[in-house]
């Protein structure tokens, strides 16, 4: 080889290494920052506490985005928003993936797309201990509440009946306790958190009225190359056992029946 090839040889090497090099950006194993976004009112999925998982979120999403991105070798991040802005945020490309209970419905299926299910949900009735509702229809002439933009919105809304939404599970439930609602209408595992909380409260539960709810992390649409990933960890978090402990941990249950 000439000097002068050997030399250029030596130049394209070291361009190509510094090239690498801050395509890496240097720091975990690839480098690369898996960014969720969630809505941390939803406990036992996604509260904020003063020690979590994931800074001071924690709960069983919380659990499950750190190790999809610690399975990839990528540093978690988790933005927290409000649950309305969350689809908007991932469709604007602000985040990679939504994890916070989200159930897969077909609506949010037509501007995202949803990966394995990883929890089965329904919708519940929150009453005081002393109410006479047994089943969804008792609600008809009864003050409702809500969490605006959850799944339990749209199952009264297309009941037919009126009610009232509020901005947290909390809000709705403190308006129970409170006595100016007779009933809140919200995930199970939510729920059974809420009556834990407060006293004098009781879940009735109408399966016929409430379809089964599933649980999925969104993407953006088409992004298989992450949903790739993200249902590689999930089928082995739930083959594994993973998830179920997360829930005995998070909730004193089993998700299996
Ligand atoms: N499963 C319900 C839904 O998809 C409620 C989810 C609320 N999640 C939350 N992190 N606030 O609408």
New binding site residues.
């Given amino acids: 080889m000439k000097k002068a090839t050997k030399v250029l040889t030596l130049a394209l090497a070291m361009i190509m290494l510094a090239g690498v090099l801050t395509a890496c950006g240097g720091g975990s194993k690839n480098g690369s920052t898996l960014t969720f976004g969630?809505?941390?009112?939803?406990p036992p999925?996604?509260y904020v506490t003063s020690n979590g998982v994931i800074g001071e979120f924690d709960g069983i999403d919380m659990a499950i985005a750190k190790q999809i991105a610690d399975e990839n070798g990528m540093t978690v991040a988790m933005e927290s928003m409000e649950?309305d802005s969350l689809l908007v945020a991932l469709q604007n490309g602000q985040i990679d993936a939504v994890i916070?209970?989200?159930?897969a419905t077909d609506e949010r299926r037509e501007t995202v797309d949803f990966s394995t299910t990883y929890y089965t949900?329904t919708q519940v009735m929150i009453v005081k201990e002393d109410s006479d509702i047994t089943k969804a229809t008792d609600m008809a002439d009864k003050k409702i509440c809500v969490v605006q933009?959850?799944?339990?919105e749209v199952c009264v809304q297309e009941m037919g009946y009126s009610y009232e939404a509020f901005k947290k599970g909390t809000e709705a439930v403190l308006e129970l306790v409170n006595g100016k609602c007779d009933v809140v209408v919200i995930?199970s595992a939510t729920a059974k958190k809420y009556v834990g909380d407060n006293e004098g409260l009781k879940i009735v539960e109408d399966a016929s009225a409430f379809e089964s709810?599933e649980?999925a992390i969104a993407v953006q649409k088409g992004n298989t190359e992450l949903l790739d990933k993200i249902n590689a960890s999930i089928e082995k978090m739930l083959s594994d056992g993973t998830i179920n402990e997360l829930a005995v941990k998070y909730t004193e249950e089993a998700t299996a029946e």
């Fill in positions: 969630t809505n941390p009112e939803f999925f996604e649950f916070a209970g989200m159930t949900a933009g959850y799944t339990g995930d709810e649980y």
